[in-house]
């Protein structure tokens, strides 16, 4: 299987990469926003997603809809500060999966993939 992980700050696709299980995924592969993540999910699409919502060039509630377009069974959990319940609903309409909010920590990021890929 294979991760992007879509977030304009360094700090956290770097987290999310040490935090998760590497066995769970053969290729891990990061983008800073949802340009980037386009380009690069057009090229190699990726089995999940992890979406920061607010991020230069594309927001990813525009990238959610792009990816689903490329690939319809991406499974897509959104990780964002935004705490507003609208800003969650709007992801899942959107597509996403799941919603968890930043900041996190280890045990709720694996738990929120465990759900993520249960489903």
């Known amino acids: ?9 360094l700090i956290i696709r770097r987290m ?4 998760l299980d590497n ?4 290729e891990i592969e990061t983008a800073t926003n949802g ?5 690069k999910f057009t ?16 927001d990813g509630l525009a990238c959610i809809e792009k990816l689903l ?4 069974d991406v499974r897509i959990l959104v990780i964002s500060a935004l705490a507003d319940r609208s800003t969650a609903v709007e992801a899942v309409k959107q597509g996403a999966e799941g ?5 996190f920590n280890e045990e709720t990021l694996k738990t929120a993939f465990q759900e993520l ?3």
Do not use: G
């Open 99 to 103: 919603f968890l909010l930043k900041p």
């Open 43 to 58: 090229a190699n699409p990726a089995d999940v997603v992890t979406m920061d919502i607010t991020m230069p060039e594309m």
């Open 117 to 119: 890929m249960e489903d």
């Open 16 to 19: 999310i990469e040490r935090k």
């Open 23 to 26: 066995s769970m995924f053969a």
């Open 69 to 72: 377009a490329i690939k319809d």
């Open 35 to 39: 340009k980037d993540a386009v380009e």
């Open 1 to 9: 299987m294979k991760l992007l992980i879509v977030d304009d700050s």
